[in-house]
């Protein structure tokens, strides 16, 4: 299990490399869709980045997606050559998306996002959005993914289990 900690907190640290670096090159509209509704709109007419720098950053999200890939990949390989069953599997699955959205919860959304104001600083024409202070703006989507993740976790380990 302990590969599955590791693997996971290695694409968490890749995630927020992107993040940090990805954000202030991406189109504005990519990056605001995960930030409160009154600062997405405060924002919508923040000018884009030059078109290569939209290119690096959608290369560095390609670099990320690829990352994630690779460590279920890992995972499931790793828990095939342990022996694992299905509902091992599931669980090693289960315990790499969870330490995630821990990830993303309580470092991006409550630290990067509202403690820090990184996006704050990104654009500026959104300081005095309420938003800002909103620690539960997208709390909804965070439990819908929470809800998920087990079934997402099933799946993936079937399909190891099947083409093993």
């Not at 670099?63 to 050559?81: C, D, H, M, N, R």
């Amino acid at each position: 299990m302990i590969k599955v900690v590791i693997t996971a907190l290695i694409l968490c640290l890749i995630e927020m490399i992107v993040i940090v670096t990805a954000s202030p090159m991406a189109k504005p509209s990519l990056v605001l869709r995960f930030l409160p509704e009154d600062v997405r709109e405060a924002a919508k007419d923040h000018p884009e980045p030059a078109m290569h720098k939209q290119i690096t950053a959608h290369i560095l999200l390609a670099v990320f997606l690829l990352s994630i890939l690779a460590g279920v990949i890992y995972i499931g390989t790793e828990g095939i050559k342990d022996g694992c069953g299905f509902l091992s599997l599931t669980g090693r699955f289960i315990v790499m998306l969870y330490i995630m959205k821990a990830f993303d919860i309580i470092v991006q959304d409550q630290w990067l996002v509202m403690t820090v104001g990184y996006f704050r600083k990104l654009y500026p024409e959104t300081a005095d959005c309420k938003g800002w202070k909103d620690r539960g703006f997208n709390n909804k989507n965070q439990i819908i993914r929470i809800i998920a993740y087990p079934f997402h976790s099933m799946i993936i380990a079937g399909v190891f289990i099947l083409i093993h």
